[in-house]
């Protein structure tokens, strides 16, 4: 019998906020399979670094989608680059001649070797087209719950459509998105496995992602999307236990990353202009800083020399809510301007990367709604809201639940750090598939023999300073493969 994989993802979901009252079959998937408990997401903690992570098990400096936004700098003039758009990143693939992704990604893989990846999300358009950018390219399936350009092939959209009803726009921000979690499970369920038989196939719920943000982490309307997503996800365990399990089909349940709490507003321009920069949002002449848009900090200056990121930087880290600081390597540990990082330490060292990345200040407050995380943010938004992108632990863990019959040791949860690059390499050791070079993460043998020697784990503590400021990086690394664990800051 073949193996198959169906990988259910919830953007945005917090683990601590899986329980039996508001994601019973979440749980239920737990007491059938093995819960990685210590699993993570990568740096920067955004959904559009995160995804394709997952999908060519490699960090950022090797895939190269380096945030959800980003300024591309390899065309004269400089272009800010919106990862959402998924006409522009077909159109970034095309131009680059196939080079969108500086990995190959699990669907070209799977194709490579004549098997399939199938996809449905209702994420933005752009993260949807990144689970496998190149689907039209080998004739397998890729649908949105909402954007039809993120479509693919049309005989299959088509074919939905006339079975379970039509694309319904997404709604406001404002409102959770009920009615695509539900279109995207019907077209699994009631097409896309029947007709298809995909080797893998991704299955995205957008939310709690968008809910929180506008609403609040623990917030009533974000609890409620998140039961209804798990509701869904209900109707996909009933088919798996009834039909898929007995069809070879294993599960991986995941999320992208977590969320915590913005309490105070900054502005992040306000600083680069007090230290003598003028700043935009996107190049153009008279921008000398590039401050790209987010929770966690892209900084792209039009002349990065080393004397002027010392300047930015030390201009920063004099700001109460600054938090880690990476600049370009200038030793092993240590980033060119003083109070900096090395971006390699958090495997973001890649030619798309920003001169200065940060993260804003977090810290363990409680939040409105009793969770652990709050941060500094800037943004139009109020404080209350969910914000990720940075090194807070509550950022960085995501789910990690496997089900199947390559899982033997049910009900159990291993403890050993694993993280979001580990899932491909697994996938392909289960389907006898050679993992490329550029692959990072490592295959999960501990899950799927229990009883095999645990590898060697360490913890490393990497310190910088500049006057009064402080920070500090947590990584810890099983065997030969390096997981971020936190990473903090303070004056």
């Known amino acids: 019998m073949p193996v198959r994989f169906l990988i259910v993802s919830f953007d945005g979901l917090r683990p601590d906020l899986v329980g039996p009252a508001l994601t019973p079959n979440l749980c239920r998937l737990k007491a059938a399979g093995v819960t990685l408990a210590n699993h ?32 591309d700098r390899s065309i004269n003039p400089s272009r800010y680059i919106d990862t959402s758009d998924s006409v522009l990143l077909r159109q970034l693939d095309l131009e680059s001649g196939g080079r969108l992704y500086s990995a190959p990604s699990l669907g070209e893989i799977l194709a490579t070797a004549g098997r399939s990846l199938a996809v449905l999300a209702t994420n933005t358009p752009g993260t949807t087209r990144l689970f496998h950018h ?40 404002t409102e959770p998105d009920r009615v695509g979690q539900d279109w995207i499970s019907s077209a699994f369920l009631d097409v896309v496995w029947p007709r298809y038989r995909p080797d893998v196939t991704i299955l995205s719920y957008g939310e709690p992602d968008v809910t929180s943000h506008f609403h609040g982490t623990g917030a009533e309307a974000t609890r ?8 869904q996800f209900g109707r996909v365990l009933d088919w798996w236990e009834a039909e898929g399990r007995g069809e070879g089909v294993q599960i991986f349940a995941t999320s992208d990353h977590g969320h915590i709490t913005g309490h105070t507003r900054a502005s992040v321009a306000d600083t680069v202009r007090i230290a003598g920069f003028s700043a935009g949002v996107a190049p153009a002449p008279d921008v000398d800083v590039t401050v790209v848009p987010g929770q966690v900090g892209a900084l792209y200056l039009a002349d990065p020399t080393e004397a002027k990121i010392a300047r930015l930087v030390a201009a920063i880290t004099s700001e109460v809510w ?36 940060f993260s804003f200040r977090a810290d363990d407050t409680i939040d409105p709604f009793g969770l652990v ?46 993280g979001i690059c580990d899932v491909a390499p697994t ?65």
Request: charged share 20%.
């Open 40 to 71: 993570r997401t990568v740096y920067p903690s955004e959904t559009r670094s995160a995804f394709p992570s997952l999908v060519t098990g490699a960090t950022t400096d090797r895939h190269g989608m380096v945030g959800n936004k980003y300024v």
């Open 224 to 231: 409620s999307i998140i039961a209804h997503c798990d509701r």
């Open 134 to 173: 190149k689907a039209e390219d080998f004739g397998h399936v890729r649908l949105s719950g909402h954007f039809r350009e993120a479509c693919t092939p049309d005989d299959a959209l088509a074919a939905i459509e006339a079975q379970i009803g039509p694309l319904s726009p997404a709604p406001p921000n």
């Open 373 to 418: 995380g709050c941060t500094f943010y800037d943004n139009d938004r109020g404080p209350g809201l969910g914000l990720h992108g940075g090194l807070h632990p509550k950022e960085l863990a995501v789910i990690g639940i496997v089900a199947g019959s390559a899982f033997p040791n049910t009900g159990s949860a291993s403890s050993l750090p694993s």
């Open 322 to 357: 600054c938090g880690n600081v990476f600049t370009r390597a200038k030793d092993a540990i240590n980033g060119i301007a003083p109070g900096s990082l090395s971006n390699r330490l958090v495997f973001a060292d890649h030619v798309r990367a920003p001169d200065i990345a």
């Open 427 to 491: 996938i392909l050791h289960l389907l006898g598939i050679d993992a490329p070079t550029s692959i990072g993460g490592r295959v999960l043998g501990e899950i799927l023999q229990p009883k095999s020697r645990p590898e060697d784990i360490r913890g490393e503590i990497f310190e910088a300073r500049l006057g009064s400021y402080k920070q500090v990086l947590r990584r810890v690394v099983v065997g030969n493969t390096s997981y971020v664990e936190s990473g903090m800051a303070g004056i």
